[in-house]
């Protein structure tokens, strides 16, 4: 699976968009784009995932650029309960499911 | 209704003794997984089952044992404590294993303290 490179920490107003880049240079072609984050204290949570598309749920819009070398995750109108640790994590199409996580980044939704 | 439950929430132990936590999900999903997050905060998978069957085994201690009795149950057993065995461990279940089917969903994990 490729490696993924995120920023440490990252701040956000609340009520502001929050946009977390993600650098997965390394990516074939099979290989999805997943994002999780973890609350202090919880498990970790699925966000969203895509492979090639631009996806949108409930909580966040993943942004996939168009050689898939990097990815946005965004989420709309932060607020305090989404301070936690945001994971990129690339997978293969064919892999047997493990999920690597990396370091991820702080986010810190302030008032 | 909780979709992946974990017991105990909190254990505490002495080195040397021999433990177990459960899991359970009802979200009929075929695979479940064993994460262990330690100290410094990483997060790494130890084990999956799909269909009650081994299909990871990454570089963990013989003295970690799990057990799937059916497709909703994942169960860790752990020999022979050690200090270092101190971590929180997650459950995890799946659907299934490939990119488009792999939505994990977590438990809320189990903080093991060993003395």
């Known amino acids: 699976d490729a490696k993924t490179t995120q920023p440490t920490s990252m701040d956000c107003a609340e009520g502001r968009a929050a946009n977390l880049p993600c650098n997965h240079s390394?990516?074939?072609?099979?290989?999805?784009v997943y994002w999780y984050r973890q609350i202090h204290s919880q498990g970790p949570q699925y966000i969203i995932h895509?492979?090639?598309n631009n996806e949108t749920n409930e909580m966040a819009s993943l942004i996939i650029t168009e050689d898939r070398k990097s990815s946005t995750l965004i989420l709309p109108h932060a607020t305090l309960r989404d301070t936690a640790v945001y994971y990129c994590i690339v997978r293969s199409g064919g892999s047997q499911g493990n999920l690597i996580f990396g370091k991820g980044t702080k986010l810190s939704v302030k008032p | 209704d909780t979709a992946v439950s974990q017991t105990p929430k909190y254990l505490v132990t002495q080195m040397g003794n021999d433990k177990s936590i459960k899991c359970e999900q009802n979200l009929g999903h075929d695979t479940m997984y064993w994460y262990k997050q330690d100290s410094k905060k990483f997060l790494k998978i130890m084990f999956s089952y799909n269909n009650k069957e081994l299909i990871i085994n990454e570089t963990v201690p013989n003295r970690f044992s799990p057990k799937s009795p059916d497709k909703a149950h994942l169960n860790l057993h752990i020999n022979s404590l050690e200090l270092g065995d101190s971590a929180v461990y997650f459950c995890?279940?799946?659907?299934?294993?490939?990119?488009?089917?792999?939505?994990?969903?977590f438990g809320p994990g189990t903080r093991l303290t060993v003395l």
């Open positions: 390394t990516i074939s072609g099979n290989e999805y």
């Open positions: 895509g492979l090639k």
């Open positions: 995890a279940s799946s659907q299934g294993t490939s990119g488009r089917f792999n939505e994990q969903f």
